[in-house]
C-alpha cells in the first residue's frame, strides 16, 4: 500500500447551516485514503473544541494524526464558505490561525523515507514557519517520492516567489483554467492551452502537467502523452474539494501504474461524484478504490 501526505492547512468549512472539516490538503489525504493508499495529513491545530473534533473526525476516518500538533496561541483554522446557485464556492480565510504555525519540529526524522507521494498548495505558504516547513518536507524527499503542486490560489496568498519556488521542488502541477491565466502571465507562456501546458512543464522539468476543467473534464500532459477527458455529468450540489480528490485518483493512480486514459476517466469521475454529494469528505464507494 503507497503512503501519502497532504501537508498545509487544516481548517473548518463554515457553511450557512453546518461547519465540515476541510483544507485542500487534508482532503487530499481524506481522498487518497479511500482510493486505496495510506494518507498523512500534516498541519497544526489550536488547543480548543475543533481541534479536538478534527483529529478525533480523522482518526475515524483512519487517517494517521500523529503529524497534527496543537498550539495553544492560536485557534484552529476556519474558512466561511458561499455558494452560488450552480454549486460554486467562494472562501474567505481568517489570518492568523493555528496551520500557520506548523514547525519542522513536527517531522519526525523517519517521515520522508515513508512517502510515496506529498501534496502541497500555495495557501498553507502563506507564512513563514508554515512556508519553511513544507519546502523543509520536500528537500528531505527520496528522489522517487511525487511531490504534487495544486496551486489553489486563494485570495491574496500568494506571490511570484511562492509559485516559482514551488514550482521548482515538485514533479507534478495541478491547476485550473483561472490559475493558467494567472502562471501564464507571470511566466509569459503563450499559445493554445496545450502549448501553454508544455512550456511550463518543460521549463520546470516536471513528470506531469494536471489541468482541471468543472464540468468540462481536465487535461493531463506529459512528455509522451496528452489525455483530454470531456467530464462526468453530475447534478452539483458544491464542488468543495472536488479538485482534491481529483489530484487524489491521479496520484494514486500514478502510484499503481496504471495508464493515463484510465486514471483520467476514474479522476474525473471521483470528482463528479463528490460534487454531487454535500462538504468535501463524502462517504466514496467501495468500486472507486485502486486495489
Not at 18 to 46: R, W
Not at 50 to 70: C, M, N, P, S
Not at 155 to 179: G, H, P
Request: negative net charge.
Amino acid at each position: 500500500m503507497y503512503t501519502v501526505a497532504g501537508i498545509g492547512e487544516l481548517l473548518w468549512d463554515v457553511l450557512p447551516n453546518e461547519e465540515k472539516l476541510g483544507g485542500a490538503p487534508i482532503n487530499f489525504t481524506y481522498h487518497a485514503t479511500a482510493l486505496g493508499g495510506t494518507g498523512i495529513p500534516i498541519s497544526c491545530v489550536g488547543n480548543d473544541q475543533r481541534g479536538r473534533q478534527a483529529l478525533d473526525f480523522l482518526a475515524g476516518k483512519h487517517l494517521e494524526t500523529d503529524y497534527i500538533t496543537t498550539v495553544d496561541a492560536f485557534p484552529t483554522g476556519t474558512v466561511t464558505i458561499t455558494i452560488d446557485p450552480s454549486g460554486v464556492a467562494t472562501y474567505q480565510f481568517p489570518d492568523d490561525v493555528a496551520w500557520d504555525h506548523l514547525e519542522a519540529k513536527a517531522l519526525h526524522r523517519s517521515l520522508p523515507s515513508r512517502l510515496h507521494a506529498v501534496c502541497f498548495g500555495t495557501l498553507a505558504q502563506r507564512s513563514e514557519p508554515t512556508r519553511s516547513t513544507i519546502r523543509t518536507l520536500l528537500r528531505q524527499l527520496p528522489p522517487e517520492t511525487k511531490k504534487i503542486f495544486d496551486i489553489n490560489l486563494r485570495q491574496q496568498f500568494y506571490n511570484r516567489d511562492i509559485i516559482t519556488t514551488s514550482l521548482a521542488l515538485c514533479t507534478i502541477v495541478k491547476l485550473n483554467e483561472d490559475e493558467l491565466t494567472v502562471l501564464s502571465s507571470l511566466f509569459g507562456l503563450s499559445g493554445t492551452v496545450q502549448e501553454q501546458l508544455r512550456q511550463l512543464r518543460g521549463g520546470f522539468d516536471l513528470e506531469l502537467a494536471i489541468l482541471t476543467r468543472g464540468d468540462r473534464g481536465s487535461l493531463l500532459l506529459t512528455s509522451g502523452e496528452c489525455i483530454e477527458h470531456p467530464g462526468i455529468s453530475s447534478a452539483i450540489v458544491d464542488t468543495i474539494g472536488a479538485g482534491d480528490s481529483f489530484t487524489a485518483a491521479v496520484t494514486i493512480g500514478l502510484l499503481y501504474g496504471l495508464p493515463l486514459p484510465e486514471i483520467s476517466d476514474k479522476a474525473n469521475r471521483l470528482a463528479a461524484y463528490v460534487c454531487a454529494h454535500a462538504g468535501a469528505m463524502p462517504e466514496i464507494p467501495a468500486y472507486f478504490r485502486y486495489s
